[in-house]
């Protein structure tokens, strides 16, 4: 199971992504800096009261013309809604209630979702103004008065909506199922490879429902083991669309990762690298995932014996950030590959769920160390004094250092790739965390 989903909607300029803001800014997930990772952050990681959730904001509704901006609203928000556990609605004690509050409430309603009504741009401290009380006509129940600017009455907020975060963090059923998502950029053939996958092998094809993840997911058992796909597939049916449903698209790939063991990104053969394609791998790579490359359409990229080799020096430069994942060529058209795929996907999973003894690993620390010194700073040198590994997925490791500002990045990749020579850690990331600790006498 993925975290709870919680949506903030509202209409413009309630104060949405300030409110989104000082809920998730200091409680959002630490992760390394990625170069050449760039995203639309709409949703974030927030806990309270040892509750995690994800949090969505659902800003940057754009009315092109006044006679859309309705049906502008109900498309995004009733995206929200779909895929959200429980529902922030945001209102503005300034303005009162208008028309749209109306129409988005009855919207609210309809899906049977809990909802939190929040009353934004209560600046002052003290009792709740009188104003307050018109929110009760939206039918919502008790509104809760709060400045997101201030930060005054998010913390009764969030009490209200931990009442509806789901407690129970069993994950599917513990057995020997690797979880794969399949995400990347509309038209690249996720659809089409979980067909070819469904189509070809002989043993057993399930569709899961229940999860509100606006996903299907796919049960594969077969030669090669036991596969749970889930596809991303038809975030964007329309060859057009404007950058506000884009977004979704990237929250959707997200909720679907965090679902994972493995992420299958795929990349269109026919028209190479983009942007989003960096996006969508981004948060994969952000999330400790193990990550596989997938070119898919191979079978019509006009090619000679040096295209592939081309193609995947220049995917590797393209992402530079994610070196560690392999790269396959295959055509869910005609099947080319498909099982090599599996093969791959069972391979990246042992490799994200490896452990690595202490004793192993600091043999491996002192030898890099051996070879390259540690760098110094006005005459003091880092000393790394012990590695461990305390979790996996992704594997993560512990450095005692004796000074923190010492261990340039650049050093730290020295010792990663020296650990990756070693023990491969062939399609995941690695996590580390550095502790000072002062030098004894």
Request: net charge neutral.
């Amino acid at each position: 199971m993925g975290k709870p989903i919680v949506a903030i909607v509202g209409r413009p300029n309630v104060g949405k992504s300030t409110l989104f803001n000082k809920l998730c800014g200091k409680r959002l997930a630490i992760v390394d800096d990625t170069p050449g990772v760039t995203r639309d952050r709409i949703y974030g990681d927030c806990e309270w009261r040892g509750k995690s959730f994800l949090l969505v904001d659902t800003g940057g509704i754009e009315p092109y013309s006044g006679d859309v901006i309705l049906s502008q609203m109900r498309k995004q928000a009733q995206i929200a809604i779909d895929s959200a556990d429980a529902i922030i609605f945001v209102a503005d004690l300034k303005t009162g209630v208008v028309a749209t509050d109306a129409e988005v409430a009855t919207m609210l309603l309809k899906s049977g979702k809990p909802i939190v009504l929040c009353v934004n741009k209560c600046d002052s401290i003290g009792e709740a103004p009188v104003e307050i009380y018109e929110f009760y006509n939206l039918g919502l129940g008790d509104p809760f008065p709060v400045s997101a600017a201030h930060g005054h009455g998010t913390g009764d907020l969030l009490d209200e909506v931990y009442k509806y975060i789901s407690t129970d963090t069993q994950d599917d059923e513990e057995d020997d199922t690797i979880k794969v998502a399949i995400i990347g950029k509309p038209n690249v053939g996720k659809s089409s490879l979980v067909n070819a996958i469904c189509g070809e092998e002989r043993v057993i094809v399930s569709d899961i429902a229940g999860t509100t993840r606006d996903a299907t997911d796919t049960a594969v058992e077969n030669e090669h083991g036991k596969f749970l796909f889930i596809d991303t597939a038809g975030l964007r049916r329309k060859s057009k669309v404007d950058d506000t449903i884009e977004k979704y698209s990237v929250m959707r790939a997200v909720m679907a990762v965090q679902r994972a063991n493995v992420c299958v990104i795929m990349i269109d053969g026919t028209e190479g690298f983009t942007e989003q394609d960096s996006k969508v791998a981004g948060i994969a790579h952000e999330e400790g995932k193990g990550c596989i490359i997938v070119v898919n359409k191979w079978d019509i990229v006009e090619k000679d014996g040096k295209t592939m080799d081309a193609y995947r020096k220049k995917l590797m430069n393209d992402f530079s950030f994610m070196s560690y994942a392999p790269i396959i060529f295959i055509s869910a058209k005609t099947g080319l590959r498909i099982g090599r795929l599996f093969d791959l996907i069972k391979f990246v999973d042992t490799q994200n769920a490896m452990r690595i003894r202490t004793g192993r690993l600091n043999e491996v620390l002192a030898d890099a160390q051996a070879r390259v010194q540690p760098p110094t700073d006005k005459g003091k040198r880092l000393k790394i004094y012990y590695m461990t590994q305390p979790s996996t997925r992704p594997p993560t490791f512990v450095c005692f250092v004796n000074s923190k500002d010492l261990l340039h990045y650049s050093y730290q990749r020295y010792i990663d790739n020296q650990i990756r020579e070693v023990f491969g850690l062939e399609g995941t990331p690695t996590r580390y965390i550095v502790r000072e600790r002062k030098e004894k006498g």
